[in-house]
């Protein structure tokens, strides 16, 4: 059996060097959609590593027979079509654990930038800072603290959870609601060794809206909208929101017109309902944080992927 493996979307040095030393041929040729199948059988590719960009759908698949073992450097697996690719007889391999850390912290990116504007004060002091700084030091002088508030966490499994750490650690009141978790103890670990372990129970969906003065988003890709403006119409006036998960998941016409009307204070975004093309509205939004998808994008959690990938091709192609 041929043991090169196909990283379409990048691959961590770490994760290279780990598959080369097991004898495995790692190319890292980024390959366009539509000419991937003819690639993978020229070149007799036996995995493929993809990440949210490159698409493994069911033609994908049949096209290329040689193919044994497809990864996920990531959490979510709606890129590929994964039932299909188990019943063809392929592994099917995610490293759910990996990007925890990274994405809870860029939610907190979000929030802290929330509370202070600076979303907005980046915007407008390179254009007013020299001339307008007193009127700009007014404008955002009435920003608040996270210590002390309550966090709803929509969805508790390693992400939520890793978020939630990272709220108590700085004071705030943690809520979720997750029907898998109806109970949840968690495990606070500190630079010295110390542990503090919280117990958690599953709040309601309609409870957590209406007591949640922020709220963040840990769910998988969904059918419907997790918030629309029902949701928004539940919650508090002035909530800031946050969406780290996947794009479809909040309703961003609803968005809009709760921030609009005062109900959202802000929102942090690093996740679109179109993506790649997000709403020029939504970039455009003065209330609104925005980065480019980059939830897992740290270089600790691209090591712990790529090695977390190679150590599972190792042991299933080996």
């Known amino acids: 059996m041929s043991k090169k493996i196909l990283a379409n979307d990048g691959i961590s040095k770490s994760g290279i060097e780990a598959l080369e030393s097991a004898g495995f041929e790692v190319l890292t040729t980024n390959v ?38 497809i990864g996920r450097g990531g959490v979510g697996m709606d890129n590929i079509d994964v039932e299909y690719a188990r019943e063809k007889g392929l592994h ?18 979000h929030l802290f930038g929330g509370v ?4 907005d004060a980046n915007r407008n002091m390179p254009l007013e800072g020299d001339k307008n700084f007193k009127s700009l030091k007014k404008s955002y002088g009435n920003g608040s603290e996270l210590r002390g508030k309550t966090l709803g966490v929509l969805g508790f ?27 949840t103890e968690l495990s606070i670990s500190f630079f010295d060794g110390q542990i503090t372990t919280f117990s958690l129970k599953s709040s309601s969906k309609e409870e957590l809206l209406k007591e949640a003065d922020f709220i963040t988003l ?51 975004l690093d996740v679109f309902e179109s ?20 939830g897992a994008a740290t270089g600790e959690a691209q090591d712990r992927i790529g090695t977390e990938l190679a150590e599972q091709i190792i042991k299933l192609l080996n």
Do not use: W
Request: with cysteine.
């Open 32 to 69: 366009a959609q539509e000419q991937l199948a003819k690639y993978i059988n020229q070149e007799n590719i036996s995995g493929l590593l993809v990440r949210s960009a490159t698409q493994v759908r069911k033609e994908l698949i049949d096209s290329c027979p040689g193919l044994k073992l």
């Open 92 to 109: 099917v391999i995610n490293t759910p654990a990996s990007s925890s850390a990274s994405v809870a912290e860029l939610v907190f990116a």
């Open 116 to 119: 202070r504007f600076l979303y």
């Open 157 to 183: 499994g390693r992400i939520g959870q890793a978020t939630a750490k990272i709220a108590l650690g700085i004071g705030m009141k943690v809520m979720y609601c997750d029907p898998n978790y109806e109970e």
């Open 218 to 268: 840990h769910v998988p890709a969904q059918k419907e909208y997790v918030i629309g403006r029902a949701e928004f119409d539940m919650m508090k006036n002035g909530v800031g929101l946050v969406n780290a998960a996947r794009g479809g998941v909040i309703d961003e016409v609803a968005l809009l017109d709760a921030i609009d009307r005062g109900k959202i204070a802000f929102a942090g």
């Open 275 to 294: 993506e790649p093309h997000p709403e020029v509205r939504i970039l455009m939004h003065p209330k609104i944080s925005l980065s480019p998808h980059i």
